[in-house]
């Protein structure tokens, strides 16, 4: 049966609003356009501390433009709760490891998923040492993200550390069209490629082959 993780979120929004409680949350975020709706929405309801760990990221350069993006949107942002940043060293050869053996796979195969599971346990860790009462990711705001395996990998590495996961499937009730205003309206950079090196590469070639079709059309017309 297929989980309306946004449905289940809301529920347990629905719950800390009743309770006037103001939990703690730990959100793993891989850039600030992806992070925008999410803590303007998130930020109503939990004290967040933005995870900035993605050793995915390729090259450095691209690495600590994010990061520079995603700490000025946070200053930028008026927030009902206090926003902190939590930021983390380019450590690019634990994207490597963790992915040894699925560098050919294409992107949103088995490669993401390891990805996934990389920067989501950073971010279980973190909960459970700095006694978060969640933790989450922006990652499923993408529509190319596969929220399902997101929050299978979130659940267990929840049980793994014992803290708790909340749910989420951002990109539902507009959230996704929400982060591209928001990045218009902030001046916010957004990357044309998801961020590793490897998909990078996939992007120029598909830049390529769309360049080439649209010449040859040229040349036809």
């Keep these: 049966m297929n989980r309306n993780y946004q449905k289940e979120m809301e529920k347990v929004i629905e719950r800390l609003k009743k309770e006037r409680s103001v939990p703690r949350l730990l959100l793993h975020s891989c850039c600030a356009p992806c ?6 929405y998130l930020s109503r309801y939990f004290k967040i501390t933005v995870l900035y760990y993605n050793p995915n ?3 450095r350069e691209e690495f600590l433009k994010r990061r520079k993006e995603q700490e000025e949107f946070i200053r930028l942002l008026p927030a009902a709760h206090p926003i902190e940043f939590l930021g983390s060293e380019y450590r690019e050869q634990e994207f490597y490891d963790a992915v040894k053996g699925y560098e050919q796979i294409p992107e949103g195969g088995e490669r993401c998923f390891r990805c996934y599971a990389l920067r989501l346990e950073e971010a279980a860790r973190e909960a459970k040492k700095g006694g978060y009462d969640f933790f989450t990711t922006t990652l499923s705001i993408s529509p190319l993200k596969n929220a399902g395996k997101l ?3 979130g659940e267990a590495l929840a049980e793994k550390y014992g803290t708790a996961y909340l749910s989420s499937d951002f990109k539902k009730k507009n959230g996704y069209k929400r982060s591209t205003e928001l990045s218009r309206e902030y001046g916010i950079y957004r990357q044309d490629y998801c961020g590793c090196a490897f998909s990078k590469k996939e992007r120029e070639t598909a830049k390529r082959e769309q360049k080439s079709r649209q010449n040859s059309c040229n040349a036809l017309g």
């Design 35 to 40: 992070s925008s709706y999410v803590l303007e």
């Design 57 to 59: 990221i390729y090259p």
């Design 151 to 153: 929050n299978e990998i």
